[in-house]
């Protein structure tokens, strides 16, 4: 069946590191795949998405590139801030089961100033 | 506008006990997701329901239900709790069955 592989966690990074989360999934066809924040105590967010092959989504600074060839949709930031510290989880929706997310396992970002 | 708004935030049951947990969706939304996510992992897909109609059902045994009621909220019920349930519970709501869905607080079930 469909899944989805992240890297494991913590990651710790000082304040303008550069971000990488990578991210893998196994999946028949075209799914759509997604980035997911989740701050302490709260919800999940849509952080960004893209639907088809070499799509790159973007939002806040974040972006990640959906790559067929590698299967893969690793999440990238430039300078992350100490506000960004929160768990990611890579996410993939498929055929005739768009509605149905399915998620990796996250990965915690801890940014100290 | 109000978000997906779940109740309540926290819960504690015993054992073989049965828990409701409600969700109110997004204001013109018309499906409801639900999920469980354990520590340490990500969210689980249980149900999808659409207008009202369950529109799909993950891996989850007969104990977990639920329902969409006419203003489109909807309840999770779990029956015969068992320690392994204890997680957090998520609802999603979204305008249709297939487009964003934005995700509540969740509510966190603590079965001793």
């Known amino acids: 069946g469909d899944s989805v592989t992240q890297m494991e966690g913590p990651v710790t990074l000082s304040e303008e590191a550069f971000l990488t989360i990578n991210c893998t999934y196994t999946?028949?066809?075209?799914?759509?795949l997604f980035w997911y924040v989740q701050y302490p105590g709260e919800g999940l967010q849509l952080l960004l998405k893209?639907?088809?092959?070499?799509d790159k989504g973007s939002n806040k600074g974040f972006e990640a590139t959906y790559r067929k060839e590698t299967t893969s949709f690793h999440l990238e930031k430039g300078s992350v801030q100490v506000s960004d510290s929160a768990v990611y989880f890579c996410a993939l929706s498929h055929g005739d089961s768009s509605y149905k997310l399915i998620f990796g396992s996250g990965t915690r970002l801890l940014v100290r100033p | 506008d109000a978000g997906v708004t779940q109740s309540p935030t926290h819960l504690i049951k015993t054992r073989g006990q049965h828990v409701t947990l409600r969700c109110s969706p997004i204001?013109?939304?018309?499906?409801v997701s639900w999920y469980q996510q354990v520590l340490g992992q990500g969210p689980q897909f249980i149900f999808q329901y659409y207008e009202k109609e369950e529109r799909g059902r993950g891996n989850f045994p007969d104990r977990f239900s639920a329902r969409q009621f006419p203003n489109y909220s909807s309840e999770l019920n779990v029956n015969a709790l068992l320690l392994g349930d204890s997680a957090l519970y998520l609802c999603?709501?979204?305008?249709?069955?297939?487009?964003?869905?934005?995700f509540g607080q969740g509510t966190r079930l603590t079965v001793v």
């Open positions: 204001s013109g939304h018309k499906s």
């Open positions: 893209a639907t088809k092959a070499d």
């Open positions: 999603a709501s979204s305008f249709t069955a297939n487009t964003e869905a934005f």
């Open positions: 999946a028949t066809g075209y799914p759509s």
